[in-house]
């Protein structure tokens, strides 16, 4: 807030003019004037109580908002301020009527009558400023609140990149990324998981505003400056609830010694949070698992490039892996980022090579450390998804949660999974969880949407489905989610525009899944045309179950079953929730889809649940 100027008495006397001196000052009749209201405007000095009741009213305001933070007044304090100070203007302005000029200070009825009712508004616009203080909130407002944020918790906001060179960019969003890992290892300290923090990446976000979208207490914020053989890092603790700074720093190290200054960071915030370390401090919180910063930078530019999500960025982190591991091949960290990569490139690519890859990659991580939590996870969404072994995959998913019960990318594998059994009670509150430690990440709240929809709570399903759209509306997958909602609901019209909307991001699946859609509606011919695109493709089997859906829409039956198969074949990765999957529920009355069901090591449709 810029310094508070208060005028001095010589600078408000040419607006307000000198204190009245009956004697010396002249009195203009009133049939001068042209106007008798004009006149009387200006025997009663209306325009300068005006002013002067603005200034004063300004004046108060400021003031209350210097002493609103280091009091910590709640924001309802200036808006009924600001309330009474509007309504109040009117009430000098009759005061200036009756009493602007010397004599008829007796306050008449009519005066009275007239303030009487401007408190009656003043009082009703206090009570408006906040409604629902006294009494039940209202639905919106209910969505909108967000519960007390516990006073041990902290998001680590991405380090803005102060190098010469932009492309070190890797290095301050890897160097936020090993502190906010290594703070997310001390017991009691809840810190939001990247993806939610990454969301503010560029942006200037007041740290209230980060507190009040991410439930914390603190903000933890800071700059990374790499040049040569040395960096700078500075750091800074804020308060989410006044945004008074709490505690900062300025790290100047030796390039070499990057590791060893992020985990001073890291103790030295936990220090001032009072959080108890579980440790005598021979414990490292960072474990980056080499010493080798050559290997580390190339770990951190494969990281960046993989969470650009992309097929070209897979590609490009997947060679930076595997020359952080030529330079080091026990260290674990790159291994398990080449799984990850190899995984999600099966998705636009040859899956059965990249996935082969990817367990490779897996097995060398965990022969080095087996209590690797990511790779524990990544394995298990593997036996899930593609060698459907559903036993050897809960024992991951559990075991992988055991050591680090706060990863969301966990919590969404397991909750699928859960949901995929048919236990869907477990699966929401496990998908709830999910969105509680990363409630930025579209793709964690559109997992929770996708496991209340396949549980039947579909009006919750599509509320969820819409807030993931609006975390980032550039997301095709999100939006054919929400469309296939919708479709389960019979709001076609809306679910084609969804579809629309998703095609035009470069999703391929949503020409299938929009085929689907229209031959609902009874857009045969259209419906045809958008299927033979895809079936034309030399990839089309990515998209089996979205053909297959759209094949049955339009009365093509036995294509429909073939192409189930094919999925079933190709090791589709939704191939395991086939059995509450809304875009196959016309199907599951077909005798055929049972034997769906058998292969994919589903068994029969369970019983109904009543509600």
Known sequence: MAPLRTPGLSSLRP????????????????????NPLLARLRQRKLVQWALAYLAGAWLLLQLLDLLAQPFAWPDLVLRAATVVLAVGFFAALVLAWYHGERGGQRVTTIELAMLTGILIV???GVALVNPGEAGEASPSQAADSVPASPTNSVAVLPFENLSADPEQEYFSSGITEEILNALARIPGLRVPSRTSSFQFQGQRVDAREVGRRLGVAHVLEGSV????DRVRITVQLIGADDGFHLWSETYDRELTDVLAVQEEIARAVARALEVRLADDGSEPLVRSGTTDVAAYELYLKGRYEWSRGTQEHYRRAIALFELAVERDSSYAAPWVGMADAYADLGGFEDRRENVARGRAALARALEMDPTLATAIDTEAYLLHTYDRDYAAAEHGFVRSLQLDPENPVALVDYSRFLSNMGRHEEAIRVGRSGVSEDPLTPNITRNLGLVLLSAGHTEEALRTLRAAVELDPALGNIRASLADALLATGALDEALVEHRAARETGSVRSGAAMARALALRG???EAGRHL?????????????PDLAAALYALGRDDEAFRWLDVALEERDLSAAGFRFDVRLAAMRAEPRFTSVLRKAGLGPLPEPVRR
């Open 122 to 124: 003043a009082g009703v």
């Open 532 to 544: 033979e695109e895809v079936l034309a493709r030399e990839d089309a089997a990515l998209y089996a």
């Open 15 to 34: 607006l307000f003019g000198e204190p009245p001196q009956p004697a010396a000052w002249p009195q203009t009749p009133m049939t001068s004037e042209p």
């Open 523 to 525: 857009d045969s011919a």
């Open 225 to 228: 400056r790499k040049g040569n």
